[in-house]
Nanobody, 124 residues
Framework: QVQLVESGGGLVQAGGSLRLSCAAS????????MGWFRQPPGKEREYVSI????????FYADSVKGRFTISRDHAKNTVYLQMNSLKPEDTAVYYC?????????????????WGQGTQVTVSS
């Protein structure tokens, strides 16, 4: 069993920055992906960014490329999402998720464990 706890959400003005953190505890897998999804109000959950825990390979949704950076800290068993140049359309509940295995997948249904979500609100 894996537990994921997000933190770092909040209220920011357009153009500002936030860093989200996701700390994993419990038993993890040898090979897995961790990533971030978000769900804007009234919309479906969507993929934001994925990182491979084994080799550090990353994926980004087109909407956040060049603005967001995903990273990992093995010692702290934590994944981060640095969000710069935030836009109002980035407003959403952001979820951390984990998928066992080595292949990248962006569908939310492919992920096995989820955090509780953290609210990010960007004012215009």
């Amino acid at each position: 069993q894996v537990q994921l706890v997000e933190s770092g959400g909040g209220l920011v003005q357009a153009g500002g920055s936030l860093r989200l953190s996701c700390a994993a505890s419990g038993r993890t897998f040898s090979t897995y992906l961790m990533g971030w999804f978000r769900q804007p109000p009234g919309k479906e959950r969507e993929y934001v960014s994925i990182i491979s825990w084994s080799d550090g390979s990353t994926f980004y949704a087109d909407s956040v490329k060049g603005r967001f950076t995903i990273s990992r800290d093995h010692a702290k068993n934590t994944v981060y999402l640095q969000m710069n140049s935030l836009k109002p359309e980035d407003t959403a509940v952001y979820y951390c998720a984990l998928r066992a295995g080595a292949l990248f997948a962006v569908a939310w249904s492919s992920y096995d464990y989820w955090g509780q979500g953290t609210q990010v609100t960007v004012s215009s």
